[in-house]
């Protein structure tokens, strides 16, 4: 059922607003720390460095809505502002992002709203990030709602690029001088080509460790072997020396 808050009152509205959307946080947080307890189990590797989760300020929330031409109204809220719970997920390699949102997006309880490829088709800034907006359901005591999150998953490098670009246009009010945008771009551009070499080595790393491991296993199977041959020639010697 799709979430739609009692606009009775307006304070009380807003506090269910908050109640549903961090219940829905808690939901994502959990599901993603799972995935990576059990990545560890299974791989002995963890693909999340961290996990940051946030609800969007009311300010901003207005912000938004006015952008678009909105009303502030708290079923507006609800209705267009898709990341009033956002969770922002960290991992070591670019292959990780993928993993992580397939292994979400096939959870049942999980229902993909939108898909937003910026590692793929990064956006014109040079920012890149895998968005995802996906409904949980929250069960409360009388009914279970739908929850919006929007979930980005991105490098650590992807990351640091991301919020130190914030921090610079931020100041500029979106006005950037042009040779400032132009170097941000450049460096979007070191950033992917330090993630791809860094995905590359990690690979040869594992490929490395995975050929010692079939040499250790070889090396012992033919000391196996060759052991025992020594009880065939020993079994040998004794039917002999019965003889
Ligand atoms: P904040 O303050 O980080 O929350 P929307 O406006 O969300 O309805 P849009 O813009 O199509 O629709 O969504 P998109 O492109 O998926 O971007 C959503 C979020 O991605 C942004 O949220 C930023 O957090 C991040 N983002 C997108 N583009 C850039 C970029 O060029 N640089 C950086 N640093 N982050 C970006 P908000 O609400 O705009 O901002």
Redesign the pocket.
């Known amino acids: 059922m799709e979430f739609v808050p009692d606009t009775r009152n307006d304070i009380d509205s807003w506090k269910e607003v908050q109640l549903v959307y961090n219940s829905a946080l808690k939901e994502i947080v959990t599901k993603l720390e799972i995935l990576n307890d059990e990545f560890q189990h299974v791989h002995q590797y963890n693909p999340i460095e961290h996990i940051k989760a946030r609800l ?1 300020s009311p300010e ?1 929330i207005v912000k ?1 809505l006015k ?2 031409g909105y009303e502030s109204t708290i079923q507006n809220m609800v209705k267009y ?3 009033i719970a ?1 969770v922002r997920v960290i991992c070591s390699f670019t292959s990780d992002i993928y993993r992580i949102a397939e292994m979400l997006i096939n959870q049942s309880d999980i229902k993909v709203c939108s898909v ?1 490829d ?1 590692i793929l088709n990064p ?1 014109e ?3 890149k ?1 895998y ?1 995802l907006i996906v409904t949980v359901p929250i069960f409360l005591s009388d009914r279970i709602v739908d929850a919006k999150v ?1 979930i ?1 998953i991105r490098t650590v490098a992807m990351d640091f690029w ?2 130190l ?2 921090k610079i ?1 931020y100041k500029f009010e979106g006005n950037a001088p042009e040779h400032i945008t132009k170097e941000l771009v450049e460096c979007a551009m070191m950033v992917s080509d330090l993630d791809a070499r860094m995905l590359s080595l990690n690979e040869e790393v594992r490929n490395l460790i995975e050929c010692r491991r079939n040499e250790t296993e070889s090396a012992g199977a033919v000391k196996k072997t060759v052991s025992e041959s020594d009880v065939d020639v020993m079994e040998d010697l004794d039917e002999e020396n019965d003889a």
């Open positions: 969007k901003s938004k952008k678009h502002v898709n990341d956002g937003k910026y956006k800034s040079g920012y990030s968005h929007e980005q991301a919020s670009e914030h246009y």
